[in-house]
T-cell receptor, first 113, second 114 residues
Framework: DAGVIQSPRHEVTEMGQEVTLRCKPI?????LFWYRQTMMRGLELLIY????????DSGMPEDRFSAKMPNASFSTLKIQPSEPRDSAVYFC???????????FGEGSRLTVL | GDSVTQMEGPVTLSEEAFLTINCTYT??????LFWYVQYPGEGLQLLLK?????DKGSNKGFEATYRKETTSFHLEKGSVQVSDSAVYFC?????????????FGTGTKLQVIP
């Protein structure tokens, strides 16, 4: 299995631009999670999906952030408009039902200038 | 709610030293417990896990024992190597609700010097 695949690995953009991060979970996994990691706040859960349905988005920082999962093999995290404080590494992770073991992608490092 | 508390880092050790990273947890039920490791520039990956009291998880020379009486899951390794330098995260997931959520600690950075 290829594991969780994220793109892009690195993104540099200017303040005010739209950013879209993409994730392909492991086939057969029912859950997909989006995390953000910064030095200041550590690892934060933004949102998670079960069977493509958003279950808990209480970690999404504000309305500039949105996430979708149109099918079982694809999810996006969008930031519009982006701000410098959004600079972080964004991780996608997936897992199967009945287990707490998460499988992480390699992350998307976002820099907003 | 659930929570995981890890010892503050960074931890700096010489090669071949003994490692302990403390982890305690608060949970309403009987959670599964995990240690994840994050090497520089990479995502988190599962290091070891334990699913019930007194279970010992082990991998790559690391061990942790699920201690229900002290609500702890301390990570140990007898002899660390430079290649063990990474950030280590303790985590839990509760069976209630089908292990939907995973709660992470803040992470402990380990630096091993030759």
């Amino acid at each position: 299995d290829a594991g969780v695949i994220q793109s892009p690995r690195h993104e540099v953009t200017e303040m005010g631009q739209e950013v879209t991060l993409r994730c392909k979970p492991i086939s057969g996994h029912d859950y997909l999670f989006w995390y953000r990691q910064t030095m200041m706040r550590g690892l934060e859960l933004l949102i998670y999906f079960n069977n493509n349905v958003p279950i808990d988005d209480s970690g999404m920082p504000e309305d500039r952030f949105s996430a979708k999962m149109p099918n079982a093999s694809f999810s996006t995290l969008k930031i519009q408009p982006s701000e410098p404080r959004d600079s972080a590494v964004y991780f996608c992770a997936s897992k199967g039902a009945g287990t707490g073991e998460l499988f992480f992608g390699e992350g998307s490092r976002l820099t907003v200038l | 709610g659930d929570s995981v508390t890890q010892m503050e880092g960074p931890v700096t050790l010489s090669e071949e030293a003994f490692l302990t990273i403390n982890c305690t947890y608060t949970a309403t039920g009987y959670p599964s417990l995990f240690w994840y490791v994050q090497y520089p520039g990479e995502g988190l990956q599962l290091l070891l896990k334990a699913t019930k009291a007194d279970d010992k998880g082990s991998n790559k020379g690391f061990e942790a024992t699920y201690r229900k009486e002290t609500t702890s899951f301390h990570l140990e390794k007898g002899s660390v190597q430079v290649s063990d330098s990474a950030v280590y995260f303790c985590a839990l997931s509760e069976p209630g609700g089908g292990y939907q959520k995973v709660t992470f600690g803040t992470g402990t950075k380990l630096q091993v010097i030759p």
